[in-house]
């Protein structure tokens, strides 16, 4: 019998990665699950997971801290022993991140330093800590948004940030390549959840500007977001590397 798959996703007690966490299960993989403060939320999910007849774990991570990140690596090698009776695991989902919205000229000094911690330097050292624990072959899946693509105003500084993930993601793939892992980006676009305070799903006005510039006429929720994740993982697109595929259902097309 072969072994279940492993993926490691970064803030999946919640939103996109909750979904995500629930589809890759369904397809039959396993999951260690990050979240930053709400062990219950945390809880629920490993819970979901099991009922889908497949292993989890959950870990505290606070992302925008890399003077972590080193026993955090410590705990995913404990996990992985305890739990799988193995060293790796196969996939990396970095998609733990919080949303500011500001304007130019107010976003502040420490929003910035904020967004950085969380979306890109995080990012940069959470992958290269957990690199040793990532089997040959593996895949890495890096989230950005539809906001490199497109400028919606006090959006600077995160699509600044996100930006950056795709070049990264780019050299991640490059750099990886040697050991058969392929590195992707995946840019959502405006999705009901409580990211950002929620505000795409909860001001109708905001909802309603976004589903009339979106070509399939509605504002996406979760639930189309994580089968992207689980379908990149899939075998059938083991050949897709370095690419950003944006599932926005079009925006501002």
Do not use: C
Not at 2 to 8: E, G, K, S
Not at 44 to 55: E, K, M, N, S, T
Not at 234 to 242: H, L, Q, T
């Amino acid at each position: 019998m072969t072994a279940p798959t492993i993926a490691l996703i970064t803030g999946a007690s919640r939103g996109l990665g909750r979904n995500t966490a629930l589809k890759l299960a369904a397809q039959g993989s396993d999951a260690i699950l990050t979240y930053r403060s709400n062990r219950a939320e945390a809880d629920a999910v490993v819970a979901a997971i099991q009922a889908l007849g497949r292993r989890a774990v959950a870990l505290q991570l606070d992302v925008g801290d890399s003077r972590s990140f080193e026993a955090f690596a410590d705990q995913v090698r404990q996990a992985l022993a305890a739990h799988w009776q193995r060293t790796q695991f196969d996939y990396l989902i970095n998609n733990a991140g919080t949303g500011i919205h500001a304007s130019l000229a107010e976003t502040t000094e420490a929003q910035f330093d904020e967004l950085v911690n969380i979306h890109f330097k995080g990012v940069f050292f959470l992958t290269q800590r957990l690199l040793p624990l990532i089997a040959d072959g593996g895949r890495i899946v890096n989230v950005s948004s539809g906001l490199t693509r497109f400028a919606l105003p006090g959006y600077a500084a995160y699509a600044s940030m996100k930006g950056a993930i795709e070049v990264l993601t780019k050299y991640m793939a490059k750099e990886l390549g040697p050991r058969g892992i392929a590195v992707n980006v995946v840019a959502p676009g405006a999705i009901e959840t409580d990211f950002g305070g929620g505000a795409v799903r909860d001001n109708a006005q905001l909802n309603a500007y976004v589903a009339s510039q979106t070509a399939l006429g509605r504002v996406g929720l979760p639930d189309d977001i994580g089968g992207v994740f689980a379908s990149l993982l899939s075998p059938d697109n083991r050949w897709i590397n370095a690419q950003r595929i944006e599932a926005s259902g079009g925006m501002f097309v």
